[in-house]
């Protein structure tokens, strides 16, 4: 495994970002969204979900990220 230092540029040489996905399959289908065309890979599918907020559960960020992305109730 080859390990790369971002020392020189004043960063950490590892950063960590916890992040969630929501797969939802219902009667063998998936539940994907497609990205915006304007933001970073742009119209491509993806699973719902995001980033974890410093301290939130990831049932919590699950929850956020369908209502945010996809107006969904999750109970």
């Known amino acids: 495994m080859r390990r790369y230092s971002c020392r020189d540029r004043g960063r950490p040489a590892v950063?960590?970002?916890?992040v969630?996905?929501?797969?939802?399959?219902?009667?063998?289908?998936f539940l994907l969204g497609r990205r915006p065309t304007n933001k970073r890979h742009g119209g491509m599918w993806e699973f719902p979900g995001g980033k974890v907020k410093p301290g939130e559960k990831p049932e919590t960020t699950a929850r956020r990220e369908l209502t945010e992305e996809l107006e969904l109730d999750v109970t």
Request: charged share 30%; hydrophobic share 55%; glycine share 8%.
């Open 15 to 18: 950063m960590s970002i916890r």
């Open 20 to 29: 969630i996905a929501a797969v939802i399959r219902r009667d063998g289908a």
